[in-house]
């Protein structure tokens, strides 16, 4: 469903990157890894357990900011995030525009892993169209994915929601628009980020999360993205019924993580 623009040029990128990864390893291998990787966590759960939640983002640099944090060590910063109260932590995986590798994802989910149940669930945020992505996901420790409304038609989304979940994790569904929280509601999300920058533009509009909500099927866990960067809007995604807030830029030039993590929850540190 991707049209022109950078969303367009990131997924044909990716599905080179895909076809390049099968050839390099067959998915029967990589499943054998998955089934061998740390037992995942119930994502959804985790978010809902202390609300508002915070999934906080290691993101080295974006199209519409460049380089942001490009020398940022992903296990030190999971480790800031875990010890600061961060429900989630997002590691963005995509190489060229974000900076980001599949090992990031395994460096974090090891440097959490310590901490015990009370761990942040780990999130792999990427432009994932394949069963291959899911698997890889899963063979690096993820216990959920991200899945773009706008990457994918409705088919795609049903089937790669369904994969993740035989593999044990949960797919957080993001969608931007009303027509992609209906395709989200109609392929059975329970977990759905509604972003408010639009992939096609790379324009953020925090009005978005207020339109969008009262679309989202019942009984589903919102979680409001991109654009937060103070308790204000924290406050104002939860007035609108988001249990969870996605946050990348800011905390990632925030000089203390933790301190950001505290305020954007409202909580004594």
Wanted: charged fraction near 25%.
């Amino acid at each position: 469903m991707s049209g022109p623009g950078i969303l367009g040029e990131i997924v044909a990128k990716r599905r080179e990157d895909v076809a390049a990864a099968k050839a390099a390893r067959p998915a029967g291998e990589l499943l054998r890894a998955a089934n061998r990787a740390p037992a995942p966590i119930n994502f959804a759960a985790r978010l809902a357990h202390d609300p508002p939640a915070v999934i906080a983002e290691i993101k080295r640099a974006s199209p519409s900011k460049g380089d942001i944090a490009p020398d940022a060590d992903a296990a030190e910063q999971a480790l800031r995030y875990a010890r600061g109260g961060a429900a989630g932590v997002s590691v963005l995986t995509e190489p060229v525009w974000f900076k980001g590798s599949l090992d990031d994802l395994r460096e974090a989910r090891a440097a959490v892993d310590g901490l015990g149940t009370a761990r942040p669930g780990l999130l792999r945020k990427d432009f994932l169209i394949d069963e291959y992505q899911l698997l890889e996901a899963r063979a690096h420790g993820a216990d959920a994915v991200l899945l773009i409304a706008a990457c994918l038609d409705g088919g795609a989304l049903g089937r790669l929601l369904a994969c993740a979940r035989e593999l044990g994790m949960e797919a957080l569904v993001e969608v931007n628009a009303a027509a992609e929280m209906a395709c989200a509601a109609a392929a059975g999300a329970r977990l759905i980020g509604i972003n408010n920058r639009d992939l096609r533009s790379f324009e953020v509009d925090l009005s978005t999360t207020d339109r969008l909500a009262g679309g989202a099927p019942a009984g589903a866990l919102l979680a409001a993205l991109s654009g937060i960067a103070g308790r204000d809007d924290v406050a104002r995604f939860e007035a609108a019924g988001a249990t969870a807030v996605l946050v990348g830029e800011a905390l990632m030039r925030a000089p203390d993580p933790a301190a950001m993590i505290a305020e954007l929850r409202g909580v004594a540190r």
